[in-house]
């Protein structure tokens, strides 16, 4: 079957779930509406500058500030890949991850679900349960209020009157895979791919959360605007799902 040339419109009966529009206007954009996050370049250090001499009690702070809220271990500070094991459990509609003794979450107080481990896959573990977080009713004001990175925008989220953006009924969203973008010990950079599906069609579309350690967790950077990609599938994304 020939593709349509630019200007044709679609071939009768293809499915406009898996157009760009569809995501981009629709799940993806929820989510990204309801949790006001966007992809933040976090500045690299500066090339050539010399480490300053660390004392001891420089040092005894630094390791008190790696240590999470809850005292989950660092572990493993590799990239996790394909083959990640990992047990899901339901925020809502969405599969999450969790590994209470592990990566996280370490303390769950109904959908409030805090305390990462200080690693890739403890950051990775907190993005994918924001994004559960995200999609229940009042999740937009649970973010703000316990997820997100001090900053003048977390104070005009909080500021701001309660909005929700809420998900189709119909419409089931789940992570399919995901990327660590970067890391570093006070930053992380994660990539999720999301599938989006209503009844037999099938959508998909990419959310990149800039994480920060701050007081012992990883909290979202908020900014004022919110990005999302629309994909044709997941294939760049270690496969990733719960569902």
């Known amino acids: 079957m020939s593709q349509p040339t630019e200007g044709q419109g ?5 499915s406009p779930w898996t157009r760009p529009r569809f995501i981009a206007s629709a799940a993806v954009v ?9 992809y933040v370049a976090l500045p690299s250090p500066s090339a050539g500058q010399a480490p300053a001499p660390t004392s ?3 040092a005894a702070a630094t390791a008190q500030a790696s240590q999470s809220v809850c005292g989950l271990p660092a572990g493993d500070q590799r990239y996790p890949s394909v083959g990640l094991p990992t047990k899901w459990e339901l925020l809502g509609r969405v599969a999450v991850p969790t590994d209470p003794k592990g990566s996280g ?3 769950t ?11 890739p896959t403890g ?5 994918a349960n924001i994004v559960g977080v995200g999609t229940l009713p009042g999740g937009p004001t ?3 209020k316990n997820f997100a990175a001090k900053s003048p925008a977390r104070d005009q989220a909080l500021a701001a009157p309660p909005t929700q953006t809420p998900l189709d009924p119909s419409m089931s969203m789940q992570i399919g895979g995901f990327k660590v973008v970067s890391y570093a010990p006070d930053s992380a950079t994660i990539a999720l791919g ?3 599906t209503q009844d037999s069609r099938t959508g998909y579309g990419s959310v990149t959360y800039a994480l920060r350690w701050e007081g012992g967790d990883w909290k979202v950077v908020l900014e004022d605007s919110s990005t999302s990609t629309s994909l044709k599938d997941l294939s760049d994304f270690v496969p990733w799902t719960g569902v």
Do not use: E, F, W
């Open 109 to 119: 107080d109904g959908s409030l679900r805090t305390c990462y481990q200080h690693s």
């Open 142 to 144: 649970v973010i703000n």
């Open 30 to 38: 929820v989510v990204l509406i309801a949790l006001g996050v966007a």
């Open 10 to 14: 679609s071939p009768q009966g293809q």
């Open 123 to 127: 950051a990775l573990y907190a993005a």
């Open 56 to 58: 001891p009690a420089t």
């Open 105 to 107: 979450p370490g303390k």
């Open 194 to 196: 999301m599938k989006v």
